[in-house]
C-alpha cells in the first residue's frame, strides 16, 4: 500500500461529524466494530485490519479529510464485560451506556454477553481539517 490507512467514522446521516469532531477534540479514542466487520476493508475510505503503530487517515462520511490518527492498541472484548477504558474512550458515561448505543447501532447483529468486538485504540496526531462548514 502506497499510502496511509482510512478510517471513515459513520454518523446518523451524511452530515453528522460528531465522531470525528469527538476525535479532534480528545475525547474519543477508541472505536470498537465487529470481528467479522474490524477485518474487511470498507470501500475507498475505509481500510480495515488497523494494527497498533498504523497511522490512519480519518474521513468524515462525507469523504473529508479530518484528522490523522495513530492505532496504539487493538484487543477483542465481550460484549457483557466493556473495560472502562473502552467505554471512556467511546465518550460514554458506563458500560451500560456503550451497550445500549451499540444495540441501537446494529440491530442486525445479537449483541448478546458473549459476543466479541474489536477495539481499536488510538492517539490523536494531527487535526486537518477542524471545522468544515457546508
Not at 476525535?23 to 485490519?49: F, H
Not at 474512550?89 to 448478546?112: K, N, Q, W, Y
Request: aromatic share 12%; hydrophobic share 35%.
Amino acid at each position: 500500500m502506497n499510502r496511509r490507512k482510512r478510517l471513515t467514522f459513520w454518523g446518523a446521516d451524511e452530515n453528522d461529524d460528531s465522531l470525528p469532531r469527538a476525535v479532534m477534540d480528545g475525547r474519543k479514542t477508541v472505536t470498537a466494530d465487529t470481528v467479522a466487520e474490524y477485518y474487511k476493508p470498507y470501500g475507498e475510505y475505509g481500510d480495515g485490519s488497523y494494527a497498533p503503530g498504523d497511522i490512519i487517515e480519518v474521513y468524515d462520511l462525507k469523504q473529508r479529510l479530518r484528522c490523522i490518527i495513530k492505532a496504539t492498541k487493538v484487543y477483542t472484548i465481550e460484549f457483557g464485560d466493556i473495560p472502562e477504558e473502552v467505554w471512556r474512550g467511546e465518550t460514554f458515561s458506563s458500560a451500560e451506556e456503550f451497550r445500549e448505543v451499540h444495540i441501537r447501532c446494529m440491530p442486525h447483529e445479537d449483541l448478546h454477553d458473549h459476543f466479541e468486538l474489536v477495539t481499536l485504540h488510538f492517539e490523536l496526531i494531527e487535526s486537518v481539517a477542524p471545522e468544515v462548514t457546508d
